[in-house]
């Protein structure tokens, strides 16, 4: 599990999720008591590398004790 001050990022993928959606996800996520798991995001060109983004998404819900699933 990665530590908040690790986080450096997403790398940019050919076909990967919408960065704006993972964004405002994420900024949803920070700021909310209770968040849900993520919505299910579009796969587009030039999008953030799905895998790291899936296991940030992980590492964050699991911090709070809450399943992706």
Same mark, same amino acid.
């Given at each position: ?27 949803? /996520? ?29 590492? /964050? ?9």
């Amino acid at each position: 599990m990665s530590k908040p001050s690790d986080f450096r990022g997403f790398d940019v993928a050919w076909r990967g999720y919408d960065r704006q959606q993972v964004d405002r996800y994420l900024k949803a /996520l920070s700021e909310a008591d209770s968040p849900v798991g993520p919505p299910p995001f579009q796969i587009v060109r030039r999008g953030y590398d799905r895998q790291q983004v899936d296991v940030r998404i992980r590492d /964050l819900l699991a911090d709070r004790n809450i399943s992706n699933t």
